[in-house]
């Protein structure tokens, strides 16, 4: 990576800006998939259909979110290594809080009938779009300000915002649920997608006070104008690292959902009867954890190395995965709770340090849209299918065992494209020089 950073005082700021736009962006994001999982099958579906239809149907429409994002990541991708990280940051924001907000104002399937659920697809197509520009640029803005010996650790910021995004989108739905069933389902829900707007002004303005990245700026000044598209030459030159990047992301992007948005819907089933109030406040007290987990693991990987961090949580999610699952029927919820929260740290471990691995596997006139192409294909694939290949597999054995088994076999994709991922931050001259 270029030795080009800013001075320490910007690069605390760039970090802070990254954190509070990708909280921000993460909250409408995991606003909807909160939703998606308590009210959204009942409200923009047919209310005859089989509660599985309907649970499937909402995270069908969440799935088109993600599988926008790579159509995202390669239009603000362009848009940031060729104009700016900075500027296709704003933008993003801007997109990701009209939408949000827009959703809160939506009339239900009782009031529009098949354009309920159609207008809610196309918005959640162009949140995606937002997202899928956002991580990318927040990751970099970050890691590219950042001292060198201190990458890791400042490129987990933008990972802290998605914990902080769903320590708000939880929390919020927590609190509104405590209005009753009958509330949240007849106007409570809207609160939390109308509040977007007040958190996107409040993110604007930090976002416009960040100079632009250096690296971005050296990169710009070397820059052939007559390069070919950063996606092209990304495809041409770099096809291996977006590959192991995908391979290296299936838990970070995928296995997060499954322990918060599939195991919400699950154990509030009525054959689980889990109470809703429960799941949100262990969600948000598990998202609240995170977040410091998340800064304290990444401050080991400038130590340690940063695949050595990811490595291990990987280990520990595959070792959690059947107890998470299998406690969650014996309705005791202290045991829930406990091992909810201890499976969040083995996820802070899992992503955390990604923005420094990352951002080391593709070069910088390109780097935007390489790791975002690697990040939302991999969340496309991923994170849109989980839930919905979690909902098919409980539906079809009854059991959460084949979940089980399906995170296992993401844990052990991921370790194995980590450990080959272009990365220098592991080798031993790296490590001795930072200690």
């Known amino acids: 990576m270029s030795d080009s950073t800013a001075s320490p005082r910007m690069a605390v700021r760039a970090a802070f800006a990254s954190f509070v736009g990708t909280t921000i962006e993460w909250y409408d994001f995991y606003v909807y ?32 979110g993600f599988f926008a994002r790579p159509l995202g990541g390669i239009v603000f991708g362009h848009f940031g290594d060729r104009v700016g990280r900075k500027s296709a940051l704003v933008t993003t924001l801007l997109i990701m809080g009209s939408v949000t907000f827009l959703v809160g104002l939506m009339p239900t399937y009782d009031t529009i009938g098949p354009f309920a659920p159609i207008a809610l ?76 707007a007040v958190l996107v002004l409040v993110g604007l303005v930090i976002r416009l006070r960040v100079e632009e990245s ?22 041409r030159t770099s ?55 998340t800064l304290i693991t990444s401050w080991f ?49 899992t992503y955390g340090p990604l923005p420094k691995i990352m951002a080391e596997m593709f070069e910088p006139r390109v780097r935007y849209t390489g790791i975002s192409l690697s990040y939302q294909i991999a969340g496309a694939i991923f994170g849109g299918l989980a839930p919905i290949a979690c909902t098919a597999l409980l539906a079809a054995f009854g059991t959460p065992i084949p979940v089980v088994v399906l995170l296992v076999a993401m844990c052990l994709v991921a370790i194995a494209c980590t450990a080959k991922a272009k990365q220098v931050d592991d080798e031993p001259a790296a490590i001795a020089q930072r200690a």
Do not use: C
């Open 33 to 64: 998939a909160t939703a998606a999982s308590l009210v959204l099958g009942k409200l923009f579906f047919p209310t005859d259909a089989d509660p599985f239809v309907g649970m499937m149907a909402s995270f069908a429409v969440l799935a088109v």
């Open 121 to 196: 697809v196309v918005l959640r197509f162009i949140q995606g779009l937002a997202v899928g520009g956002e991580w990318g640029g927040a990751a970099l803005i970050a890691v590219e300000h950042a001292p060198e010996h201190r990458k890791t650790f400042f490129g987990s910021f933008p990972q802290v915002g998605n914990s902080a995004g769903a320590l708000l989108a939880t929390g919020a739905f927590s609190i509104v649920s405590a209005f009753g069933d009958e509330a949240l389902l007849s106007w409570a829900w809207r609160i939390p997608f109308l509040a977007s």
């Open 214 to 235: 250096p690296v971005f700026a050296e990169a710009l000044r070397e820059q052939d104008t007559s390069n070919e598209a950063p996606v092209k030459e990304v495809l």
């Open 239 to 293: 096809w291996r690292s977006v590959l192991m990047g995908i391979g290296a992301l299936p838990v970070a992007v995928g296995g997060y959902y499954i322990v918060t948005t599939f195991l919400l819907a699950y154990a509030t089933t009525p054959e689980i009867g889990v109470s809703e109030t429960v799941m949100l406040n262990a969600l948000s007290a598990a998202a609240f954890l995170e977040i410091v987990a």
């Open 301 to 349: 990987g400038d130590r340690v190395g940063a695949r050595r961090i990811v490595i291990g949580g990987l280990i520990a999610v595959a070792v959690l995965a059947a107890p998470q699952f299998l406690v969650v029927p014996s309705g005791n919820v202290a045991l829930i709770v406990a091992l909810l929260l201890v499976m969040r740290l083995g996820m802070s471990g």
